[in-house]
């Protein structure tokens, strides 16, 4: 039988849940759902209408004035504002220094949300990455994941994937993660956080691919629940 259902990836900044969640999504020829491109998204509207990120009122009328549009292929990232293309724009500096403040404020997380859900409802068989998957967007997932890794290893992969070597760039690239880490916890409206049935995958010492077969093995053995959900 094959896995039918949602996946829910959830966990702090740089732990792999992107690569990970594509790569579950192509190994159970499911849909991928990368909420935190939507938050991105809409932090690229904030700034593009030169609304401060802190000032909550002028965020969400901007947000709820923007079209944000992100895709659920696996194989295509598709990421547009208003119809243009930002999939690139979204990983810069800039969007990453603003997207916790956009995404704390209430009337962005409903409107996202809503958004979420639909493309969660479209898409079908689904593997969604974020921060409240499990706890807010689909309480009813079939399979929850949390993924964790040592600070350490998520600095050093960040500064892989970006080709930092010098050692005070990584340790700045490591305040960052806290940093982001700290405020998206300590949010009042749905903080980072394990869902009660979640499982913990801890990837500090096991590489992307060891992390997929994980997860899979894991969906594999949780088929026949999200027949009967
Ligand atoms: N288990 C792993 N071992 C080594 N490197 C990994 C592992 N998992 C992911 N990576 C690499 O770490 C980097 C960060 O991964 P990724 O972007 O998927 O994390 P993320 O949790 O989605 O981050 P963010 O929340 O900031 O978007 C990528 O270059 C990815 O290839
Ligand atoms: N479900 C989500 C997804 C993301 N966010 C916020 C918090 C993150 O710092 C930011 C960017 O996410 P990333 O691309 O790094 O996964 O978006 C959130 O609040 N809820």
């Given amino acids: 039988m094959t896995f039918r259902g949602q996946v829910t990836l959830d966990g702090p900044s740089g732990t792999g849940k992107s690569s990970v969640a594509r790569g579950v999504a192509a190994r159970l020829g499911a849909a991928y759902l990368d909420t935190g491109a939507m938050y991105r998204a809409a932090t690229v509207a904030v700034l593009d209408a030169g609304v401060d990120p802190a000032d909550a009122d002028g965020v969400a009328r901007t947000v709820a004035g923007a079209r944000i549009e992100v895709g659920t292929d696996a194989a295509t990232e598709t990421v547009r504002v208003d119809g243009v293309d930002v999939a690139a724009r979204i990983r810069g500096a800039e969007v990453t220094r603003a997207v916790s403040a956009v995404s704390a404020v209430p009337a962005v997380r409903r409107r996202l949300v809503d958004q979420?859900?639909?493309?969660?409802?479209?898409?079908?068989?689904?593997?969604?990455e974020g921060r409240d998957i499990g706890t807010v967007v689909l309480p009813d997932a079939t399979l929850k994941i949390y993924l964790t890794a040592a600070p350490e290893a998520r600095a050093q992969r960040r500064a892989a994937q970006l080709g930092i070597r010098e050692q005070s760039e990584i340790v700045e690239l490591a305040a960052d993660l806290r940093r982001r880490d700290e405020f998206d916890s300590s949010r009042a409206d749905s903080p980072l956080r394990p869902a009660a049935e979640a499982i913990v995958v801890d990837s500090t010492e096991l590489d992307q691919q060891g992390v997929v077969d994980r997860v899979v093995a894991l969906a594999e053995s949780a088929v026949g629940v999200g027949e009967r959900a």
């Fill in 116 to 128: 979420q859900r639909a493309l969660v409802a479209a898409a079908g068989t689904v593997v969604v």
